[in-house]
Structure formats: C-alpha cells, structure tokens
C-alpha cells in the first residue's frame, strides 16, 4: 500500500539571484514523499543514463562534465555564448510535457508500460502544512515537486528530452544542460543569427509551456562557477561582487577534522576549475590570505590544475 510521509512544506528563498532585493522570489519544498518515489528514481535513473549513452546529449552533472565540453570545442574566436535559465523548472513540468519526455524515451531505450504508470503515479502529490492536508484546486493532482525522492531525475528526463529538441536548432555537440541552466557556443556569430537563434528557442520552450530567459556573452562566460574564456579557451574560478572571500576559522568551533581538511578542500576546488597555474595563482592568494586570518597557515597547492 502507497503511503506518504506528512512532513511540514516549508519555502526558501532564491537570495542569490542578482535582483532579489528588488524582486524576491522563493520556491516551495514539499517533503512529504510518495513511497513508490524511490522506484521511480531507479527506474528514471537507468533510462536517462540510457538516453544520454545513446543519443550523445551533452546533459551535465558536475562542474567538470562542463569543463571537459569546453575543451573539446574548437573554432572558438569567432563564436560567442548563449546562455539560458528554464524559469521555475519543477513546478512548469505538466503531465503532458512528462507524457511527451516519455514517449521520448521509448524512442530511445526500453520503457515498460508499468514502469510507465509507476513514475506518473509518483507525481500525484500532497502538501502538509500546520497538521493539514492540501491537493491542487485543478483536476488533475500532478505536481514535479521539490523534495520528492524522485524530482530531481524526473526533471533529467524532461532535460533529456527538450536537448533532443535543441539539436534542431543549434548543434548537439555545442549544447549542455544542467539542471535547468544551459549553455551553447555559436559558430560565426553576428547579430541576426544570434537573434534568430535566440527567438527559435523561446518558441520552442513556449511549445512545452515552459518560460526561459536568454543572454548573450561576448568573450566569456559564467557558468557553474568558473569563467570560461573563448579568446584562449581557458578557464578561471568565478568571484562574485563585493569583498574578499571568507573561509571558517580555527576559532569557529567546527570539529578539528572540519578545519584541517579546508585548505586541501579550497586547493582542489581551485586547481581543478583552473586552467593553468598562473590563473590558480590569483584565487589561491586571496583565499590564502582568507585562510590566514582565520589562523590557518597551511599554504594553498595547484595539485589540481
């Protein structure tokens, strides 16, 4: 029998967008989980490792499946980014859109009709708040919800499916996905093509009823935290605005274990979205000096650059 853990939704806010001040923005946490939720993510797990293996969609998990993209792209003084947000990814997915990366899927990879009711029933939610139990207004009780077990890999699908789309309009092996942010590098980039380029994708994401937004960057690039550059093909860590970094102290009372591995943890965040030394360089001495007035005076080392 399917049973529901009544635990307590709760918000959070989205503080690191750039305009939160000025317009807020939170998103809605439903913890309360669907015990067929784990199968659904076993099941939703094999097919979309089976869809990326077989079609070559470049659908990223980690900061260096990206870096390794990058450096395979060639041709990269005259092309420029397009960079794109899918707004409020979760709660757009609609059972259509579900239904459509489904049949997708079944193109692809085997998909079983029970597999199939399975990962669809886990999206008929709940949500608990002050010891009371409240359902969609709507007809149909569909929700992709953030905190159920199988949400993240339930967008992967629908990530899956929409880069398969994307190839129609700019080339697979110069677009990625991650999570609901994506980027592409666009050969001989003037401006009407850009443009075109850039109308062809809002149409397309109006079509899946989902919302994007889109930028254009000459030269380089934020993306995961690290800049990448098109001049040289490099990359950087990423510095947000304001003052100079902070790391935790001796004096701050984390377990001694914490505050020992920091610097080796800084140093092979660094070294690894550094592409050479000299680039290491720079943000290991600002840290360093971060790390030195919390009281920690072991060195920063490029191991992994």
Not at 224 to 234: E, F, P, R, W
């Amino acid at each position: 029998i399917e049973q529901y853990s009544e635990n307590q939704c709760f918000v959070s806010f989205k503080d690191h967008k750039d305009n939160f001040f000025s317009n807020p923005k939170c998103r809605l946490i439903n913890p309360a989980k669907s015990s067929m939720g784990q199968v659904s993510k076993s099941i939703l797990e094999r097919v979309v490792l089976e869809i990326r293996a077989n079609t070559g969609v470049n659908q990223w998990k980690s900061t260096s499946e990206v870096l390794n993209w990058f450096g395979t792209i060639k041709n990269m003084k005259k092309a420029r980014f397009i960079k794109f947000d899918i707004v409020e990814f979760y709660p757009s997915i609609s059972s259509g859109l579900l239904d459509r990366a489904l049949s997708f899927a079944e193109s692809v990879t085997e998909l079983s009709v029970d597999e199939k009711e399975i990962i669809k029933l886990t999206k008929k939610s709940f949500l608990f708040n002050g010891g009371q139990c409240w359902i969609k207004k709507s007809d149909v009780n569909f929700d992709v919800t953030m905190g159920s077990l199988d949400g993240a890999e339930t967008s992967e699908l629908v990530g899956v499916y929409l880069l398969n789309k994307l190839s129609t309009i700019i080339p697979l092996e110069s677009l990625g996905l991650y999570r609901d942010d994506g980027l592409a590098i666009i050969e001989r980039a003037d401006g009407p093509k850009l443009d075109r380029i850039r109308k062809k994708l809002h149409q397309m994401f109006q079509q899946e009823g989902l919302r994007i937004t889109v930028g254009v960057h000459d030269g380089s690039v934020n993306c995961l935290g690290v800049v990448l550059s098109l001049g040289d093909g490099s990359c950087r860590p990423c510095r947000g605005p304001g003052g100079a970094p902070l790391c935790i102290g001796a004096g701050s009372g984390r377990p001694p274990g914490i505050i020992g591995s920091v610097p080796g943890v800084i140093s092979g965040r660094l070294g690894s979205v550094s592409g050479t030394e000299a680039l290491f360089g720079g943000s290991g001495r600002e840290c360093g000096v971060a790390l030195g007035a919390g009281g920690c005076t072991e060195p920063l080392s490029c191991g992994g650059a």
